[in-house]
């Protein structure tokens, strides 16, 4: 009788712990479907695009527009979703919710990967954390209960702050790149403008013309002239254009565009002092980055490239040195250090 109580207390603990790993590979399973999905919707609504769909940005790109994905999903998509309506907070889908904004400024225009994105992170955090609590104690036996315990909420949590970084520095890899070409994107459309074409068709032709060297911002500018074409109002079109790449250079330049517009000035005089004073911008924050470099060489310096000079030149001295003051040194060939 102890014999099958033993047997069957080692199946009872194995199969806990076989529904343990399975648990983790579906959650760890949803999640990667999840970071797929959200990766993917960028270039869904781009494909969307170059069909010819039409489009309507900015306060409805929001809500969702006419780049919004057909809702009704089956298979895995539809049960993912249906789990991420149920862990995401309500209230998320807003038009003037923060994180649809960032979302937006990432690149991910999909209604849907504001629930994907949450739902997203607590499958890894779960995955990362119930990973390490199987792993670890058989990598490392007799470790404390409490140690596991630690270490598996610190992965847990690193897990769930994991999405947060990446659609941060995704944003201000964006906007990085839109903010660098934006000078050179002014010049061609003070050409444009100035060659005798409308403002639509010279953020159409700008949008075309620099798609190679700078696709973000030619994404944009291709943005409103869709969305002019649909009939948008221009002053409108231009404040969503603003609002989705969140940079103070296109802001300030939508504020000068309305204004000219408004006014009836000459758009040329405004663009040419406003691609005058971008490229100053930017000369100033490359002589500032410039600036910058001889403080951040100092401590790969110090402990990298002077320990090293100093071993260079200190060694044969310290052996001349040693030598002298213990007999043992005497027979050492200094030689190789005079040449």
Known sequence: MEAIRQLLDSVVQSSGLLLVVVAIFVCALLGAFGVATLVSSR??????????????????LLNGGSLRMNSSLTGVGGIFERLAGIVMPKGEMAPDNALRLQ??????????????????????????????????????????????IFLSGAAAMLGYFTPVYYLSRRVTKRQTSIREGFPDALDMLLVCVESGLGLDGALARVSHEIGRAHPLLS???????????????????????????????????????????????????????????????????????????????????????????????????????????????????LSVFDK
């Open 43 to 60: 270039s869904d609504a781009r494909r969307r695009l170059a069909g010819a769909t039409g489009l309507a940005a900015g306060g409805d």
């Open 219 to 333: 994404e944009q500018f291709g943005f409103v002239g869709r969305e002019l074409r649909v009939g948008r109002d221009r002053e409108v079109a231009l404040r969503s254009m603003a609002e989705r790449i969140g940079i103070d250079e296109v802001s300030s330049l939508v504020t000068l565009l309305i204004q000219t517009d408004k006014l009836g000035t000459s758009i040329g005089d405004a663009l040419r002092a406003h691609a005058y004073e971008m490229r100053s911008t930017r000369l100033l924050r490359a002589e500032e980055k410039a600036m910058k470099l001889p403080v951040k060489l100092s401590m790969p310096l110090i402990f990298f490239i002077l320990p090293a000079l100093l071993l260079v030149i200190l060694s044969p001295a310290s052996l001349s040195i040693g030598r002298d003051m213990f007999p043992r040194l005497k027979g050492v060939d």
């Open 103 to 148: 979302m937006i400024r990432a690149g991910f225009y999909n209604a849907r990967v504001v629930r994907i994105y949450y739902l997203s992170r607590i499958l890894i955090a779960l995955a990362l954390g119930g990973l390490l609590a199987i792993i670890y104690p058989i990598a490392v036996p007799e470790t404390p209960v409490q140690s596991v």
